[in-house]
């Protein structure tokens, strides 16, 4: 890493070298664009994770991810870790996931200010407004610890990745147009674990642990110019583990079990990430030391509430959820810089963007048209906790309406104990349309721009029982 990232930067000192030599003012110089090559190398911003955008295994998401109190699969357990004690097979799920997304394009706004460049000028153009696909996969394992105990402890693992990285990481720009809630949510691996155990008959109870990262980083530069002088960077990064948790409860009414109701706890991950800048600039006439600081979030889940409930009758399945996210412990995701040296010639002014906390809506339907095939059906509505963007911010996000349809089949296998299942979605994630008009004919953005666009997802999942 250290390797790679010096040669990045000294690849490309002939560049800085120019920029360098024109940017001096009397007391100081300003080296922005050392800044922003040594921010290239560094994680930058995203938020939210493959759970909370798309869900795990096709069963539950074609039900609008709305299972809090429905135990389908190996996945179950992210749902609610206290589901698995109504699991008493072994299960193991692998599944392969995706979406496309397609926003409105943006076009004749302002994009650059002279205080953001140091233009002299107003800057209009178009901002691509386009987000990587996701390609993903997943894995699920969960298993009572004993087979003779009556109500053993139940355990359960999951992963999530990207196909072919770790992870995918963008910038998410301070004033720019951005669909930044969409830029990197399923673009890292995931990974959680959990316990089980029934409490009686009819309750149980669940805990669990979801693994994140926070990261620190010091970038040292040496830069002089001239004929003969060598420049060089090192770049040291720690990346420590952080763990938020997980809690759940189910129970079932009666006898029958028909009605069952679900309680979850998933805790907040704040990925912070900060990278201390320590650089020396020469121009042949003594050093000049730049130090900052710049902090951020990677990636941001926010602290949710869930609330669920499923019936069973016949061969029909009901199920409906609410979850409360609180959003309003989030700040944002730009870096935000503290300057050391040169104070009074670099300045940062960041939007005001007071995210806010939303209630999400879901509800699934599953029929089973005989022993081996079932279809299922699902709707949810997510508002968004993105606030009105008419000021300097321009964080591109709106009210979506969810529609998932999908599909299962279910066979007697000689490799298990128990049947093969394989589950199959497709749902599409609607944008509703939403204008925006700028405050200020002069803050970018302006005069304004339309919010909207659709994100199709899929997925497919083998289960096997054991």
């Known amino acids: 890493m250290e390797a790679s990232a010096s040669n990045f930067i000294l690849d490309s000192s002939a560049g800085l070298y120019k920029s360098l030599l024109v940017l001096i003012n009397r007391k100081s110089i300003l080296i922005t664009p050392a800044i922003l090559f040594?921010?290239?190398?560094?994680?930058?911003s995203a938020e939210a994770d493959t759970w909370s955008s798309l869900g795990y295994g096709a069963k539950n998401q074609s039900m609008a991810n709305s299972t809090m109190s429905l135990p389908t699969d190996a996945y179950s357990q992210s749902y609610n870790p206290s589901l698995m004690a109504f699991q008493p097979k072994v299960l193991?799920?692998?599944?392969?996931?995706?979406?496309?997304?397609?926003?409105?394009?943006?076009?004749?706004?302002?994009?650059d200010t002279p205080s953001l460049s140091g233009t002299s000028n107003y800057t209009t153009g178009s901002v691509d407004t386009q987000v990587p696909d996701s390609f993903l996969y997943t894995?699920?394992?969960?298993?009572?610890?004993?087979?003779?105990a009556e109500d053993p402890l139940h355990l359960?693992?999951?992963v999530s990745s990207p196909v072919a990285k770790v992870l995918g990481i963008d910038t998410q720009d301070a004033y720019q147009p951005q669909y930044a809630m969409y830029l990197n949510d399923?673009?890292?691996?995931?990974f959680e674990t959990n316990l089980a155990k029934a409490l009686s008959e009819n309750l149980a109870l669940g805990l669990g642990a979801q693994i994140y990262y926070i990261q620190g980083t010091t970038s040292t530069a040496r830069l002089p110019t001239g004929a003969g002088n060598n420049s060089t960077a090192r770049l040291r990064a720690d990346v420590k583990p952080a763990v938020a948790p997980t809690a759940g409860l189910t129970y079932t009414a009666g006898e029958t079990k028909n009605l069952s109701l679900g309680f979850v706890y998933r805790g907040k991950q704040d990925s912070r990430s900060q990278v201390d800048f320590s650089n020396i600039i020469g121009l042949g006439f003594g050093s000049n030391p730049f130090v900052l600081t710049a902090t951020n979030s990677l990636y941001f889940d926010p602290e949710t509430f869930m609330l669920g409930a499923s019936y069973l009758s016949g061969k029909n399945k009901f199920s409906a959820s609410t979850h409360f996210e609180r959003w309003s412990d989030f700040s944002?995701?730009?870096?935000?810089?503290?300057?050391?040296?040169?104070?009074?010639?670099?300045?940062?002014?960041?939007?005001?963007?007071?995210?806010?906390?939303?209630f999400t809506w879901h509800a699934g339907y599953e029929h089973g048209i005989s022993e081996d095939l079932a279809i299922r059906l699902g709707y949810a509505y997510i508002p968004s906790p993105v606030p009105d963007q008419n000021g300097e911010s321009n964080v591109l996000d709106s009210d979506k309406h969810e529609g998932f349809i999908g599909a299962g089949y279910k066979w007697q296998s000689d490799l298990t104990d128990g049947p093969l299942h394989i589950d199959a979605c497709a749902f599409l994630h609607y944008l509703?349309?939403?204008?925006?008009?700028?405050?200020?004919?002069l803050s970018v953005g302006a005069p304004g721009y339309k919010i909207g666009g659709t994100v199709f997802g899929y997925g497919i999942t083998m289960t096997a029982e054991y």
Not at 139 to 148: E, H, R, V
Not at 336 to 354: G, R, S, Y
């Open 38 to 44: 040594l921010f290239l190398c560094q994680n930058q």
């Open 92 to 111: 193991a799920s692998f599944g392969m996931e995706g979406s496309i997304a397609k926003f409105e394009n943006i076009s004749g706004v302002i994009v």
């Open 139 to 148: 894995i699920g394992i969960q298993a009572p610890l004993s087979k003779k």
């Open 156 to 158: 359960g693992i999951i």
């Open 186 to 190: 399923t673009q890292r691996l995931h």
């Open 332 to 358: 944002g995701t730009t870096m935000v810089l503290t300057f050391t040296t040169f104070k009074d010639t670099f300045h940062q002014t960041l939007a005001d963007t007071k995210y806010h906390d939303v």
């Open 432 to 441: 509703t349309p939403k204008t925006v008009t700028k405050v200020s004919g």
